[in-house]
């Protein structure tokens, strides 16, 4: 299957997902910021030391720098402190099993770099779908500052076409199975976000 199926399909089933999501607001950015605010920025560190082509290096670092740089991880929590939807322990334990097994993707070295890239490409190509929800949603909840998102739909187009290339290029870097390792980290990936949103 070529890289923009897998991205195709994942597209549709997290539109699925959201458009299917009968739980409250706040909650869904609890657990939003719950699982992403601090890992997602562990996840590309997670995969730079193992990738094998220099397209997926230079994406991985170039959105690193975006996220350093601006703050996302400060800009995401207050966003959900405007939307009065801080995580709390129950946020934080209703997404831990998906965020332990994304985790897992990064404990066998021959595989990590793929499997970083296959999972920063479902996040940042699904963004378009969950990132103007989450704005929705926040808007429902008083909030006022809507610069988290804003940035991210902005950005995230860009982010999510650099991962696409680099998840191109580096399928074919001598990976056993690599379409296999691509559709198990895919099902990883919403999986997580089916965790945010159910």
């Known amino acids: 299957?070529?890289?923009n199926e897998f991205i195709s399909r994942a597209k549709d089933e997290v539109g699925d997902i959201v458009?299917?999501?009968?739980?409250d607001s706040?909650?869904?950015i609890a657990r939003y910021t719950a699982?992403?605010?601090v890992n997602f920025t562990d996840w590309i560190g997670k995969t730079i030391p193992w990738v094998r082509h220099e397209t997926a290096r230079h994406a991985l670092v170039d959105n690193l720098r975006c996220e350093s740089i601006q703050d996302h991880v400060g800009m995401l929590l207050r966003f959900a402190a405007l939307s009065n939807a801080q995580p709390n322990r129950d946020d934080f334990t209703h997404t831990y099993r998906e965020v332990s097994l994304i985790r897992k993707?990064?404990?066998e070295p021959a595989i990590s770099g793929l499997?970083?890239?296959a999972l920063c490409a479902v996040l940042e190509s699904t963004s378009e779908i969950f990132i103007p929800d989450l704005a929705r949603r926040a808007e429902k909840c008083g909030c006022t500052d809507f610069t988290y998102t804003d940035i991210h739909g902005e950005a995230d187009v860009k982010h999510s076409n650099a991962f696409i290339r680099a998840l191109e290029a580096e399928q074919a870097m001598g990976y056993s199975d690599p379409e296999y390792l691509i559709e198990q980290t895919v099902k990883v990936a919403i999986n997580l976000i089916a965790s945010i949103y159910d």
């Open 35 to 37: 699982a992403i605010a």
């Open 105 to 107: 993707l990064f404990t």
């Open 1 to 3: 299957m070529k890289v």
């Open 115 to 117: 499997n970083g890239i």
């Open 19 to 23: 458009i299917n999501c009968n739980t």
């Open 26 to 28: 706040r909650v869904v």
